[in-house]
């Protein structure tokens, strides 16, 4: 859908100006210095002002122009500020960075309050921010969206299962967005993450042990945009490739103990 975009391509397909929205840390940080290094203003949206500002100096140490934007995705005013902070931006580019598991329970025994919330955040906002953005893109006739998604929306989790429902229609909604604004010459990618070194996943208790750097995974989200819909980080390949089998209820149920011990749980068989 677009020519062969590159590190060194960045700033003419997307530039000027970048959105990074969950860019504080982790994978968003390492998106925002490399656009940056790329020559592309950067805006940053996270919950934490210090953690901000920290990745406000690295953009602004490799040249580049950058704002920061603090606030709570789960706001009901997030999206409308987002809009503003960047109304008077020739914006290229948008990276939905934000979007994680805040809440484990099984369903039938969960608070649909916390429920909400992680929809809210995985699905709610990029929805809106893809629709209001997404369509200065189009007009533009220019540009690219950038959604990070994770393996787990392969297949359902028990005690995380809105959490990958919510993975899993990201990536099909990140498909259909590819053939909608791929005909206006806006460039769409869902790239599918697994494991990696973030803080994000150290707060949570993961064993990092071969997980992938934050870095590298950016520089293939990078250079893959252009080519989507879907782009799955080369260290996730095998798994995304053997989550994707018919044979549904040995795939899931095969997965369960690993991903429960993982989580921090034992690893019983599911009932």
Known sequence: MSEDTGVTGLLGRYGPWALVVGGSEGVGAAF???????????????????A??????????????????????????????????????DLGLLVLNAGANTYRSRFVEADLARVQAVIDLNVTRPLELCRELGARLAARGRGGILVVGSSAGYLGHADISIYAAAKAFARIFTEGLWLELGQVGVDV???????????AME?????????????????????????GPVHVV??????????????????????????????????????
């Open 189 to 199: 990618l869902h790239l599918v993450l697994g494991l990696t070194a973030t803080p």
């Open 234 to 271: 080369r260290q996730q390949a095998e798994v995304a490739a053997r989550r994707s089998g018919l044979d549904r209820a040995a795939l899931v149920a095969g997965n369960y103990g690993g991903m429960h011990a993982m989580l921090g749980g034992p690893s019983p068989g599911p009932s």
């Open 32 to 50: 925002a210095e490399q656009l940056a290094r790329a020559g592309l203003g950067v805006v940053l949206v996270a919950r934490k002002p210090e």
């Open 52 to 89: 901000l500002g920290e990745v406000a100096d690295r953009v602004l140490a490799h040249g580049a122009p950058c704002r920061v934007l603090a606030l709570d995705l789960l706001d009901a005013d997030a999206t409308a500020r987002i809009v503003e902070a960047v109304a008077d931006l």
């Open 203 to 227: 707060r949570a208790g993961l064993d990092l042990t071969g997980a992938a750097d934050p870095a590298d995974v950016a520089a293939q989200g990078l250079a893959a945009l252009g080519t």
